[in-house]
């Protein structure tokens, strides 16, 4: 099932003539100057609502700027519309914002500002996100190249020792500093100022009730035992009560998408593990979908259902394990979150079986996946997924009705779903507002249209419907790895031909999504055609959920703002990729 | 005076004799509380580790402390970048001496996979004195709990009379890594960062490239 695109062409370039520029392959390259006006348009009179992704893409002449939009209207659920504007000056690249339209955009259009350098007209906040103010020119540009640089494609000549290269040199060797850094001509230490961003402590006096009072800054993280990694937040306090918040991301920006432009297509599995740790096999799952929908592969039976059981076992961990940290912050102290862990414990013996490796798998292929199981192993899992049963129903015990828990939680952060949709928040978070929108529901992959499950919600969105959603959650994905597990097929192959060192991608670009544990975890691969991607873009669903982090704390107590912070569930591998 | 020291009869068995040293460290090795303090990936093992399974409560080793001031051991556990290393080594400066550092993971050890991005520092120990590096991406917990023992053989065998932090003198701070410009400076290098810009024909692009036997 695709979208109707000619449809959506006619109708588009009746209500603005000329408006769509081109149309090249299944994406519509609209006017970038009426991109405000045509944006409104998409989303009041077409239905677009929701807006999911935006990144860039540089090509040597001109540099694009992609946008994919969906509708939460049940009739229009399902495929959406790509479409991207065009920027042919790459010294001075403007582009309309779409922020006011969409929310979603405004963390996503601070990337493409930080990576490409194109600057987003009417933007309100459009300062570097992962990166740093003063860093020099925008990475992801083609022509940018880091201290470190050696060629453009792997694998680089350097990891060949022979013949030519008889004492390949590491890297600190090629650069003078023996470290990676490098500093423009010109540089002085002395005229910049390298002190820290830390706003001042207090703001200025202002009078509530005629009482003068002095808002305070808190800085939390990044070395914060409650912000799940290096998560950097500035909040603003009237008493204990938030008056603002400020996240502040990148210092987990490792450069995926760089070095992912540089690997091989099989190269990139490993580390799309790295991106949401907590739960690495779902993003291969991701990435391997995204590449066989651009290969137009088929994947054998049994890979298909091993795919789609490592997948819901790492869902159910992920949920578990954010429910124990959820604990955490609420003042139960480790006891949730080492009873989490020992479940993690068994999944993950049957994951270090099935890949060798007990957390970084590596398991899916392009095309099925690494190895296949014993029936021994197939009996041992269905222990696992009877125990975990079991162990939902311990964990609702002692969780769901504990009232200091419901009196932390209930009202805490909620939000409704029409807002969500419009920060672009997705996954649990959403459906406990309300919206019943699962991608495995509505653009189906894999096999999931083949099973019996439930897309569950509920109503306000807190905090603790949150929980309740991610228990609900880990109920329907054992309901699927039960009947996954009685409908395997016994024997046949695991992987479509045989498992190729490289794959070449034909020419062309998509933007594929998939339901991961988080939220819509997205790739936007471009290829030219070569063993290695063009353009490698990860969507990813913990960096846009934190969009909507303000506007869920305001009016809170500080003490809750940790509560919602952990319970739109982070992970900062993926958020600063 | 002789080393050598009866124990009379009826308190055999309830008097042990040992240096001071060795009881200092003794004392020490099963009370080192680690930093709460997580990098990237390998965190989610070290908490695995500090989990039920693994337990390393065993060793005393399951306070872990979320202030660097009440920390004894901080584990490196994740890629190093530039916006966050400044951070890492104030945290350190921060910590109360006799202090350790575990360099856990591909990453903190040496940059590990990511070690050719721009914002990626190839390891912990150019800011910071390393006492053990765990390898592995990720290493099993059972790796890293390798790891902790190393360092308690390592505490155990320093001597009361010889440990830097008794001494005189105060222990030099790490140099904290500055950040603000187009990228980190490492002020050891400040000097020469200088230099460089001034001089004619100015070179002070990384990219130049070492003689093949520097
Ligand atoms: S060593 Fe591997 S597992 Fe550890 S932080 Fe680095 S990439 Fe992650």
Redesign the interface.
């Known amino acids: 099932m695709a979208i109707d695109l000619g449809a959506v062409e006619a109708q588009l370039s009746t209500a603005f003539p000329g408006a769509v520029v081109e149309r090249e392959g299944d994406w519509l390259v609209l006017d970038r100057d009426r991109l405000p006006s045509i944006a409104t348009y998409l989303r009041d009179e077409m239905g677009f609502d929701f807006l999911t992704h935006v990144s860039a893409s540089d090509y040597a002449d001109h540099l694009d700027v992609v946008y994919n939009v969906y509708s939460t209207r049940p009739e229009l659920q399902g495929p959406g519309l790509s479409f991207k504007v065009r920027v042919p000056d790459r010294v001075d690249a403007r582009v309309p914002t779409v922020t006011t339209i969409w929310k979603s955009a405004n963390f996503q259009e601070r990337e493409v500002w930080d990576m490409f350098g194109i600057h987003f007209d009417g933007h309100p906040d459009l300062r570097r996100i992962?990166?740093?103010?003063?860093?020099?020119g925008h990475?992801l540009r083609k022509d940018w190249?880091?201290?470190?640089?050696?060629e453009d494609n792997k694998p680089f000549g350097s990891r060949w020792p022979y013949p030519e290269n008889p004492?390949p040199?590491s890297?600190?060797?090629?650069?003078?500093?023996?470290?990676?850094?490098?500093?423009?001509?010109?540089?002085?230490?002395?005229d910049?100022?390298?002190?820290a961003?830390y706003p001042p402590l207090f703001a200025p006096k202002v009078e509530i009730n005629g009482i003068d009072t002095e808002p305070v800054y808190l800085n939390v993280g990044?070395?914060?035992?409650s912000t799940h990694?290096?998560f950097r937040m500035v909040v603003g306090l009237q008493g204990e009560t938030v008056t603002n918040l400020t996240p502040v991301v990148?210092?987990?920006?490792?450069?995926?998408e760089?070095?992912g432009e540089?690997n091989l297509w099989n190269g990139n599995i490993?580390?799309t593990d790295?991106l949401d740790?907590?739960s690495p096999m779902y993003n291969e799952f991701a990435y391997v979908v995204a590449v066989e929908r651009m290969l137009g592969k088929e994947v054998p039976e049994r890979a298909e259902y091993l795919r789609v059981i490592m997948g819901e076992l790492a869902r159910v961990v992920n949920h578990l394990l954010t429910i124990g940290f959820q604990f955490n912050e609420l003042g139960a102290m480790m006891t949730p979150?080492?009873y989490a862990?020992?479940e993690?414990?068994h999944v993950l013996d049957l994951f270090e079986e099935a890949s060798g490796a007990?957390?970084?798998h590596n398991y899916y292929r392009i095309g099925g996946v690494y190895g296949d199981v014993s029936d021994e192993w197939l009996a041992r899992c269905r222990k696992v997924v009877s125990r975990l049963d079991r162990k939902i129903d311990e964990f609702e015990t002692l969780l769901t009705d504990n009232e200091i828990f419901i009196s932390r939680s209930r009202g805490v952060g909620a939000m409704s779903w029409q807002e969500m949709v419009n920060y672009g928040v997705t996954g649990p978070v959403l459906r406990s507002a309300g919206l019943s929108y699962d991608i495995r529901r509505v653009e189906p992959y894999s096999i999931y249209e083949s099973f019996d499950f439930e897309v569950p919600t509920y109503e306000t969105g807190d905090v603790y419907d949150r929980y309740r959603q991610r228990i609900a959650e880990a109920r329907q994905s054992i309901k699927i790895l039960k009947q996954a597990l009685n409908r395997i097929p016994a024997t046949g192959a695991i992987m479509d031909g045989k498992n190729a060192w490289n794959v070449k991608v034909p020419d062309g670009e998509l933007y594929s999504r998939v339901e991961h544990p988080k939220g819509e975890l997205g790739f936007y691969l471009v290829s030219d055609g070569g063993t290695n991607p063009y353009r490698y873009h990860v969507r990813s669903e913990c960096l846009i959920n934190l969009a909507a982090l303000e506007a869920m704390s305001v009016g809170h107590l500080l003490a809750d703002a940790i509560v919602i912070l952990g319970s739109i569930d982070i992970t900062?591998?993926e958020v600063d990729r | 005076m002789s080393d050598e020291i009866t124990v009379p009869d009826e308190l055999k068995g309830n008097v042990f004799i040992t240096k001071l040293s060795e009881l200092y460290g003794w004392g020490r090795k099963y009370s080192l509380w680690p930093m709460f303090f997580g990098l990237a990936c390998c965190a989610i093992e070290f908490m695995a580790a500090a989990a039920a399974r693994f337990d390393t409560g065993r060793w005393g080793m399951d306070l872990a402390r979320a202030s660097p001031r009440q920390a004894d051991l901080i584990v490196i556990s994740g890629t190093v970048t530039k916006k966050m290393v400044p951070k890492i080594v104030t945290l350190y400066n921060q910590m109360a001496e006799p202090k350790y550092v575990i360099s856990m993971g591909a990453c903190a050890t040496g940059g590990g996979p990511f070690k050719e991005g721009y914002n990626v520092v190839s390891g912990i120990d150019q800011f910071l004195p390393v006492d053990v590096y765990v390898p592995g991406c990720p290493p099993t917990p059972e790796g890293l709990i390798a790891g902790y023992m190393a360092v308690h053989e390592k505490i155990q065998n320093e001597r009361i009379n010889d440990v830097p932090w008794y001494e005189k003198d105060p222990i030099p701070k790490a140099p904290v890594p500055l950040l603000g410009g187009p990228d980190l400076i490492d002020p050891r290098h400040m000097d020469e960062i200088r230099a460089r810009v001034r001089a004619p024909q100015s070179a002070a692009v990384g990219g130049e490239p070492e003689k093949e036997d520097a």
């Open positions: 992962l990166l740093w103010e003063g860093f020099e990475p190249h880091e201290p470190y640089y050696e004492r040199r890297a600190e060797q090629r650069v003078h500093w023996r470290a990676n850094v490098q500093y423009p001509q010109g540089f002085d230490p002395e910049w100022d390298l002190g961003d990044p070395h914060h035992p990694g290096v990148g210092h987990l920006h490792r450069n995926h760089k070095i540089r490993p580390y790295r740790y907590i979150m080492i862990f020992t993690r414990e007990r957390m970084m900062l591998g």
